[in-house]
């Protein structure tokens, strides 16, 4: 069984910065391809940032050269930098394997003065 546990959400004003942590547990689950993605109220889910097998990034328009995805193989995390806040960024975000459906219960960001 796969877990994954989001964390680093909160409050946060615009132009603000999160780090967002996604910690894998599992038999023999590694992180190597991995996508964040977020859910606003009434809108679909959509992926912000994924990281391939090989640490090729890419990122949805609306937040490239605001957010950076990363990990750590030692502690099984994935990590998303998010950068100038924006209110439009309020969703609750959410790690997913790319070639797994495994998700975690989500963290919510929410950005407002």
């Known amino acids: 069984q796969v877990q994954l546990v989001e964390s680093g959400g909160g409050l946060v004003q615009p132009g603000g910065s999160l780090r967002l942590s996604c910690a894998a547990s599992?038999?023999?689950?590694?992180?190597?391809?991995m996508g964040w993605y977020r859910q606003a109220p009434g809108k679909e889910r959509e992926l912000v940032a994924a990281?391939?097998?090989?640490?090729?990034?890419n990122y949805a328009d609306s937040v490239k050269a605001r957010f950076t995805i990363s990990r750590d193989y030692a502690k099984n995390t994935v990590y998303l930098q998010m950068n100038n806040l924006k209110p439009e960024d309020t969703a609750v975000y959410y790690c997913?394997?790319?070639?797994?459906?495994?998700w975690g219960q989500g963290t919510q960001v929410t950005v407002s003065s």
């Open positions: 997913k394997p790319t070639f797994d459906n495994y």
């Open positions: 599992g038999r023999g689950f590694r992180i190597n391809a």
């Open positions: 990281i391939t097998v090989d640490g090729i990034t």
